[in-house]
């Protein structure tokens, strides 16, 4: 039997009555924005939230500042922060991911997996024990087991590389100012 639910939420300046609720508890939005959302599971379509809280979230054309969940599904969306167990990203942007599986394509600013999957898009930074890439373009990649189609901008060897020729140009440099402009 399902049960009444308060749910007070700020909507564009107005409230949202309360709703009916399923033995789950789960909070569908869809062109409305808004500050904090909490519960089982969320669902999400051309909607903003700043915090979301759950344990399934589902984002569709829609935007989040910050997301805690186990398992977070997002298609065309735009993310600030992601800390869960599993992550799946579609044509989506976000700025940090941190999760035991990420398998995303888009563009992302960090990934830090356990299992991170980069398909067809641009990421920063990718930390992951066991990392798999396909088509993806990547700034610098950490990880123990590597495989796939990747093209690293800085890898570990390019980067030492490129540490020590700005350190040997800075001291020269340096060096050469002094000689140069030292007072008689």
Do not use: W
Request: charged share 20%; glycine share 8%.
């Amino acid at each position: 039997m399902p049960r009444l639910r308060q749910r007070e939420r700020r909507a564009r300046g107005f409230m949202i009555e309360p709703e009916e609720s399923s033995e789950s508890d789960q909070t569908p939005m869809a062109n409305i924005a808004q500050e904090t959302v909490r519960a089982e599971l969320v669902r999400m379509h051309q909607a903003a939230a700043e915090i979301v809280q759950a344990d399934e979230v589902a984002l569709q054309q829609s935007a989040a500042g910050e997301i805690q969940a186990n398992s977070v599904s997002a298609f065309q969306s735009a993310l600030a922060t992601v800390e869960a167990e599993e992550v799946l990203a579609q044509r989506s942007a976000i700025g940090y991911v941190q999760a035991e599986k990420a398998s995303i394509n888009g563009s992302t600013g960090v990934i830090l997996a356990r299992n991170a999957e980069v398909h067809y898009g641009m990421t920063g930074v990718v930390l992951g024990n066991e990392v798999h890439a396909e088509g993806a373009r990547v700034l610098l990649l950490v990880g123990r087991n590597v495989s796939g189609n990747v093209r690293p901008l800085l890898d570990a060897r390019t980067a030492l590389i490129a540490g020590l020729t700005s350190g040997l140009f800075t001291g020269l440099m340096l060096l050469l100012g002094r000689m140069l402009f030292r007072r008689k």
